[in-house]
């Protein structure tokens, strides 16, 4: 991924503070900037190859909203090679874990008129991580011996929680796992042409309200994630 005589540079994005934390305390050479709305920390990483590469990453905030606006920020304004989103989910697959990893094979929006929102650029009801970025990741998640599955996560903006909208939001979208962002990430970064690929490591089991939820310590689960981020990056 490093271009010849420039450094490549990724972006990486998060909804909360926990979600980026691990990955801002690896890099070398920090900065960190006000703009857009957000606070924009940049730095660098000497791959196993011995290359750098730059990081530019930040913290969106919770909503596909945020997460577009973040993600079209980064883009224009640090031309990354690649957008990696790093996260946590809720799990909706009974044969998954808490701490299990799920790819964003595929992201579907929740509660959204596809027909409609397809056609406008790019066209497409769906979204995609980039499969030469799965393959490193998954690479990433062997030798760690992690859990993992390459799978369907749903993006809406609220958190899920309970019987009744669990089942709703399978039946919507046949989704593994369910969180707030990675549909508008992968949205914004095929409009601009930009391979990006969505992690989520699991949280909960879609069955805490998040009054609740909110009070849970989930660094864990967010570390496995920004973890992830940081082995991929190392295999650039
Ligand atoms: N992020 C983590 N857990 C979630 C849930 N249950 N619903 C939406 N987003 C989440």
């Known amino acids: 991924?490093?271009?010849?005589?420039?450094?490549?540079?990724?972006?990486?994005?998060?909804?909360?503070?926990?979600?980026?934390?691990?990955?801002?305390?690896?890099?070398?050479?920090?900065k960190n900037?006000?703009?857009?709305?957000?606070?924009?920390?940049?730095?660098?990483?000497?791959?196993?190859?011995?290359?750098?590469?730059?990081?530019?990453?930040?913290?969106?905030?919770?909503?596909?909203?945020?997460?577009?606006?973040?993600?079209?920020?980064?883009?224009?304004?640090?031309?990354p090679v690649a957008v990696l989103f790093s996260g946590i989910a809720g799990s909706?697959?009974?044969d998954l874990h808490i701490d299990d990893v799920v790819?964003?094979?595929?992201?579907?929006?929740?509660?959204?008129?596809?027909?409609?929102?397809?056609?406008?650029?790019?066209?497409?009801k769906e979204y995609h991580s980039d499969p030469r970025l799965i393959r490193i990741a998954e690479q990433a998640l062997e030798e760690q011996?992690?859990?993992?599955i390459i799978g369907v996560i749903a993006s809406g903006n609220h958190?899920?929680?309970g019987d009744e909208l669990t089942a709703s939001v399978k039946e919507q979208t046949g989704a593994d796992a369910v969180e707030m962002e990675g549909a508008a990430v992968l949205h914004v970064a095929l409009k601009n042409k930009v391979p990006a690929l969505v992690i989520r490591a699991l949280s909960d089991n879609a069955d805490t309200e998040y009054e609740s939820f909110r009070h849970f310590d989930i660094s864990r689960f967010a570390d496995t994630a920004s973890e992830l981020v940081l082995a991929i990056l190392k295999r650039m």
């Open 1 to 30: 991924m490093t271009t010849e005589n420039r450094i490549a540079t990724i972006a990486v994005l998060g909804a909360l503070d926990e979600e980026i934390d691990l990955l801002a305390r690896h890099l070398s050479d920090v």
């Open 33 to 79: 900037v006000k703009e857009a709305g957000l606070t924009v920390t940049t730095g660098t990483v000497v791959t196993n190859r011995g290359n750098t590469v730059r990081v530019v990453a930040t913290v969106a905030g919770m909503g596909t909203v945020a997460a577009a606006a973040a993600t079209q920020h980064l883009i224009t304004k640090y031309s």
């Open 159 to 161: 958190f899920v929680a």
């Open 103 to 124: 790819l964003g094979g595929t992201l579907r929006y929740l509660d959204s008129d596809m027909e409609l929102i397809s056609a406008s650029n790019p066209e497409v």
């Open 145 to 148: 011996g992690t859990k993992y």
């Open 92 to 94: 909706l697959n009974k």
